[in-house]
């Protein structure tokens, strides 16, 4: 059999293409992409011409997925790479990779620019535990469902948002957190990279000044260890007052 390999794009910036990927795509027999016009003008501007350039998307991925694993499997190295960054974070490939463990198949990452890292080691904030969330779902009920989850949580949280969301979701953070610490990281590697520090309040005002443009990862604290201990302090207090009652 062939072997998967889970080939990094740039994230803006075409200086962060490794000499691997390039070496993996002129390589492969196949190249599965996310949207292949778009893969075309990477592949363009590096000189690599695909001897197969494949479709493989969120919306095809049911039929297309176990086609890419017969050609595998028939011996045919194939990359896959999404439009940005890593494939399979916030983008497909991760139902690829599970059929291809299924299958006994060997997957091999080469890795790259992600947007989430990228955003996390300048943000100021502390990078020792960290939980990427990605996006966030559309709904309010459902976005505050998941942050109210997350107020205890103690590292760093990562999400993904787009430039006509970002404000709502700033103030639905500001609601259930509180004024935490936060960074906006904006159009990473690329020529208008802007990072704002300081607190949920100051990235709220920060965006009222300047209009929402571009690609954002959100860096928000987590709990602190002052407000755990509150709460674990609150916690006991309500227990003892329970059996006090009792
Ligand atoms: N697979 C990608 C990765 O490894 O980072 C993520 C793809 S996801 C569909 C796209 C989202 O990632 C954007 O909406 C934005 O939140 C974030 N993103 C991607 N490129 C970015 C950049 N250059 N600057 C800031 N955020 C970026």
Redesign the pocket.
């Known amino acids: 059999t062939g072997t998967l390999y889970l080939v990094?794009t740039p994230?803006?910036n075409l200086e962060d293409m490794t000499y691997r990927a390039v070496r993996m795509l002129k390589e492969c027999d196949i190249i599965a992409a996310e949207d292949t016009r778009q893969t075309r003008k990477l592949l363009s501007h590096f000189e690599i011409t695909p001897s197969l350039l494949f479709s493989y998307h969120e919306h095809n991925k049911a039929a297309s997925g176990p086609e890419l694993i017969r050609y595998i499997i028939e011996g045919k190295n194939l990359a896959l790479v999404?439009?940005?960054?890593?494939?399979a974070?916030?983008?497909p490939g991760a139902d690829l990779v599970q059929l291809a463990v299924e299958a006994g198949i060997p997957v091999v990452p080469v890795p790259g620019?992600?947007?989430?890292l990228s955003?996390l080691i300048a943000s100021g904030l502390p990078t020792d535990s960290f939980t990427f969330i990605g996006?966030l779902p559309r709904e309010r009920k459902d976005i505050l469902k998941i942050l109210s989850g997350l107020r205890s949580a103690q590292g760093t949280l990562l999400f993904?948002?787009?430039p006509h969301r970002v404000g709502k979701t700033l103030a639905l953070m500001l609601e259930a957190f509180g004024n935490r610490r936060a960074a906006l990281?904006?159009?990473?590697?690329?020529r208008y990279e802007e990072f704002v520090r300081g607190t949920l309040e100051d990235c709220l005002e920060w965006l009222s000044e300047h209009p929402p443009l571009?690609?954002?990862?959100l860096v928000i604290e987590g709990e602190s260890a002052e407000a755990a201990a509150e709460a674990e302090a609150a916690w006991w207090q309500s227990l003892t007052t329970a059996e006090h009652v009792a």
Do not use: M
């Not at 999404?82 to 494939?87: M, Q, T």
């Not at 990281?185 to 690329?190: I, S």
């Open positions: 990094a994230i803006g999404s439009d940005a960054g890593l494939p974070i916030s983008d620019a992600n947007a989430a955003a996006f993904y948002e787009s990281a904006r159009e990473l590697t690329k571009g690609e954002y990862v």
